[in-house]
């Protein structure tokens, strides 16, 4: 299935952007695991869409509600799925994209797959609605994984050409606490007013921007992950992809180690209290697929939205021409700060699933 991850832990996301709710199933949880839900709702709000002239109008409560799995607080080992019920969708404003396939946008091939048929309102199953619900399963799992010491946390790297400053060495549980409780989820406020200067600088020219998420795991241990095709950063980036308009995933230095001579990029080991550690970071904290006990650090790029208010050039599929197309609605000028918790919530869910793989199911 494809809106489904996850070998021990398997998390499928299901609904519709303008149909009755949105929803995940999370099966495989251990049983017996208190989930806070007032810390959960304040993951969840987050991303929330709402809140600010940076993104769009869509009121949403984004409360999830618990159909199975959750008995008095803790999980009972039953399957958990929670909906998250749609109650403001503006369904008029995408009926010409039936038509009309916006560039940058799942329309077009949506329609090719699907004969037409698919419920495009609002994105459909393509939309970053869908985020909601994986939020509900990434927020649960961070609560687990902090149990273990093991801790995610994210902030917006850049957004068009303003970048943040990059994560230090060593993150704490309280750095990634007091980004997650900013309004805008950055280290440097003064690199976060330029960017929000530079989102609604687009959204008056009736435009877009995209951004840069950095992510980082501390805590984990050494010698999670397998090599070639089932390691960390495969898990990972496979997951990373799915989230809507997710266009690269690179760990560590990324594609910036390509420039470097090897005695550049090699992070040199030494020896540390609590055992093997290494002077720099550039690998991400992984080493031939396998973590390599350092904090896990990756990047995810985030396209601009494709829904635009400038003319664009695109066809009519019915009358088989070329036309144009300016999107009317409410659309987010930039949505990478709001898929900053989004990036946390899908390397929390695929970290959780690892280290229940290797202790087979269970902590």
């Known amino acids: 299935m494809s809106s489904e991850f996850g070998r021990i832990l398997r998390i499928s996301v299901f609904g519709q952007s303008h149909g009755r709710a949105v929803g995940v199933n999370i099966d495989g949880l251990p049983a017996g695991e208190e989930i806070n839900l007032e810390e959960l709702q304040r993951f969840l709000d987050r991303r929330r869409p709402g809140k600010s002239p ?26 958990l799925c929670a909906v998250i019920w749609n109650s403001d969708q503006h369904s008029s404003d995408y009926a010409e994209l039936r038509d009309r396939p916006r560039p940058g946008h799942a329309d077009y091939t949506a329609a090719v797959k699907w004969g ?6 609002g994105g459909g199953h ?16 961070k609560q687990f994984l902090s149990r273990r010491g093991i801790y995610v946390g994210a902030h917006l790297d850049s957004v068009a050409a303003v970048s943040d400053d990059p994560f230090p060495l060593y993150p704490t549980p309280e750095l990634f606490e007091a980004v997650a409780a900013k309004p805008f989820p950055v280290l440097d406020d003064g690199a976060g007013d330029r960017m929000q200067e530079a989102i609604l600088a687009a959204k008056r020219d009736l435009d877009s921007v995209g951004g840069v998420i ?5 805590g984990l241990p050494a010698g999670l992950g397998d090599p070639m095709f089932d390691g960390v950063e495969n898990r990972l980036a496979a997951a990373l992809f799915g989230i809507p308009a ?81 999107i009317h609605g ?25 280290l229940l793989e290797g202790n087979h199911g269970t902590f």
């Open 54 to 79: 940076l993104s769009t109008a869509r009121k949403e409560t984004d409360v999830p509600e618990f159909l199975s799995g959750l008995e008095s607080g803790r999980t009972c080992g039953a399957p």
């Open 214 to 218: 950095e992510c980082a795991a501390i």
């Open 246 to 326: 997710v266009k690269g995933v690179e760990f560590g230095a990324g594609f910036r180690a390509a420039r470097l001579r090897g005695s550049e990029n090699n992070d040199p080991f030494v020896m540390a209290e609590d055992g093997v550690r290494a002077e720099t970071n550039r690998a991400g904290g992984i080493l031939g697929g396998i973590t390599t006990g350092m904090p896990l650090v990756l990047r995810a790029a985030v396209k601009p939205t494709p829904s635009i208010g400038r003319p664009q050039k695109t066809v009519s599929l019915s009358r088989g021409e070329d036309t144009e197309l300016a």
């Open 126 to 141: 393509f939309s970053g609605r869908l985020t909601a619900p994986l939020c509900v399963a990434g927020g649960i799992a």
């Open 330 to 354: 409410r659309h987010d000028p930039c949505i990478a700060h709001r898929a900053v918790p989004v990036v946390e919530a899908v390397t929390a869910a695929v970290l959780l699933d690892m």
């Open 116 to 121: 037409g048929r698919a419920d495009m309102r």
